[in-house]
């Protein structure tokens, strides 16, 4: 048996989980703001906000920007639900824009056509943990006085010409889910430079209280999104050896890299010169004339875990219902969709296992 993913966890993040327990404080503490001072640190941001999922984040940042009834985010397709939803939490309008078939991300010659008087941000996705053009994005934004908000939960670490994945934005957000590179059970932050949207993500995770005020003084409308003091332990001591970990998920991707090259049929992840990428997943391609499906079951009857990432945002069934989209809307998301497979990658991956994979992957190829 080989798993999809699965978390890290030492000895440093028991201890630290204990010290918690021990202290008696489990709420809203001290260990959070630590955990947002190092993660500030490592964006290169002014301010980090922890908050208890990725989702919380992306939907405070929403809130925070205004954005509102019929309001238009241009984002991708190619996803996880959450970086559009986010936006219908809000009652505002995701606008998608199909992907480039080498790096799966949003192709940016196609956001400026899907401008309108409506359009108030552009919400790209590191998708895998590969950046985005954020060049290009920002050129954009500029020129339309478009905000940006960064999907950055896969991409802890990414850096576009040399600057981290969240600091490129207006805000991005980290998620820390078991199965990202980084876990706090569950959990997200939110990184900026803006102290506007930071105070008022710090009000809206701790239901709408005022910035110096007191706890029963609610000044707007909030929610609890309060990220607690065991998730920011292990926060804490997964941000000590973040280095580490990224590079050891560097050195299992590459392991896939030299293994899969001569593989027919089989098509490997593709980043651009100016990326670098977090490796979140290891995601294949089969080509068209290999079915995915059929060697997904298969992969799965032998234990070896695999999972269809992503089906589009579009094709799922309540985005179909709500907006009327169908197949055929978004070509090049529709046919990477149909063929990729996420497949067994984690940080203690061993090159045994890693081989298992290979292996199996071969039978059902060759
Ligand atoms: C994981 C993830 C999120 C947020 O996930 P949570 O489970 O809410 O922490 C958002 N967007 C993308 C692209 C993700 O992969």
Request: charged share 25%; proline share 4%; with cysteine.
């Amino acid at each position: 048996m080989i798993p999809l993913s699965g978390p890290d966890i030492g000895e440093r993040e028991k201890e630290l989980v204990l010290e918690v327990l021990q202290s008696g404080h489990l709420g809203l503490g001290p260990k959070a703001v630590e955990f947002e001072r190092m993660m500030a640190a490592y964006a290169g941001t002014k301010y980090a906000i922890s908050c208890n999922s990725g989702t919380s984040g992306l939907h405070m940042l929403v809130r925070a920007m205004g954005i509102s009834d019929g309001d238009e985010v241009i984002t991708t397709p190619f996803s996880f639900v959450a970086s559009s939803n986010c936006v219908l939490f809000e009652r505002a309008k995701p606008v998608f824009v199909d992907i480039d078939e080498a790096t799966y991300n949003m192709d940016v010659s196609q956001i400026e056509a899907k401008i309108t008087e409506r359009t108030k941000a552009i919400l790209p996705v590191h998708v895998f943990g590969q950046p985005a053009n954020m060049t290009e994005i920002r050129r954009i934004a500029d020129k339309y006085n478009l905000r940006i908000i960064e999907d950055s939960c896969e991409a802890i670490g990414a850096k576009w010409k040399g600057k981290s994945a969240g600091s490129l934005g207006d805000a991005g957000v980290f998620a820390f889910y078991p199965n990202k590179q980084l876990t706090t059970g569950e959990g997200g932050i939110v990184v900026t430079d803006d102290e506007e949207l930071a105070n008022l993500c710090f009000s809206l995770r701790n239901q709408g209280r005022g910035e110096n005020g007191l706890w029963l003084d609610h000044v707007r409308l909030g929610y609890n999104y309060r990220m607690d003091e065991l998730s920011a332990a292990l926060g804490v001591a997964q941000m000590e050896r973040v280095d580490e970990i990224l590079s050891r998920r560097a050195k299992v991707a590459d392991l896939y890299f030299e293994k899969l090259r001569e593989v027919p049929g089989i098509i490997l992840p593709q980043s651009v010169a100016d990326a670098d990428v977090s490796w979140f997943v290891y995601v294949i391609r089969f080509a068209e004339h290999l079915n995915r499906d059929e060697i997904m079951v298969s992969l799965s009857k032998e234990g070896i875990g695999c999972r269809p990432y992503f089906t589009p945002i579009h094709l799922q069934p309540f985005y179909k219902e709500q907006f009327g989209f169908q197949e055929g809307d978004f070509p090049v998301t529709e046919h990477v969709a149909k063929g990729t497979l996420a497949i067994p990658f984690f940080t203690n991956m061993t090159e045994a296992q890693v081989d298992g994979v290979v292996e199996a992957l071969k039978r059902h190829v060759l």
